[in-house]
């Protein structure tokens, strides 16, 4: 049996990803009219699907400013220093979270839960931003290989290289 070797989470921010997003979705959507969707398979983009979601939502769309993300990444630092898993990689976009975490002892669907609350409980309290944070529900892969684990680190490095010009940009110690 393959040994666990960490997880990736990725978090959407409120309002970023709809369920009939051109991109594909994995949300699990349901409407009177056009039926009910299986969640965590990836759906082709809707366009009705999607009208429909923006028109439910009740807040305007989170996109995280620099303040923000540097809360988030305080946060989750703060979250990885006072548990047993550690942050491999992490980058922090206007519109989303990518975190390669290692392993943990814990309960890991509970644990990006809290991650989630605390980062939103951060923000609410150091900016001046009153609405949600999140979408409802994440990615979370699980990772017991090697390879998969080297590439998915990259895959975020790269992020952050486009975005901030070095793969580490915020201060974790990185395992």
């Not at 970023?16 to 009910?36: C, K, L, M, N, V």
């Not at 989170?62 to 942050?87: G, K, Q």
């Not at 979408?135 to 080297?150: T, Y």
Request: with cysteine; charged share 20%; aromatic share 10%.
């Amino acid at each position: 049996m393959p040994r666990l070797i960490g997880y990736h989470w990725v978090k959407s921010c409120y309002g970023q990803w709809f369920p009939g997003d051109e991109r594909g979705h994995w949300s699990e959507a349901w409407d009177e009219q056009i039926g009910y969707i299986e969640p965590h398979i990836l759906h082709p983009g809707d366009p009705m699907r999607r009208r429909m979601a923006e028109e439910r939502t009740k807040h305007p769309p989170a996109v995280l400013d620099n303040t923000m993300i540097r809360v988030v990444a305080d946060t989750i630092a703060n979250c990885s220093t006072a548990s047993d898993w550690n942050v491999a990689a992490i980058a922090i976009e206007p519109t989303h979270v990518h975190l390669a975490m290692t392993q943990t002892a814990r309960d890991v669907n509970k644990t990006v839960k809290w991650l989630a609350y605390q980062t939103a409980k951060s923000i609410h309290r150091l900016t001046s931003h009153t609405g949600p944070v999140w979408c409802k529900g994440r990615w979370l892969e699980f990772i017991d290989d090697a390879s998969h684990w080297e590439n998915l680190n990259r895959y975020i490095n790269e992020h952050n290289e486009r975005r901030y010009g070095t793969p580490h940009p915020f201060h974790f110690v990185i395992q």
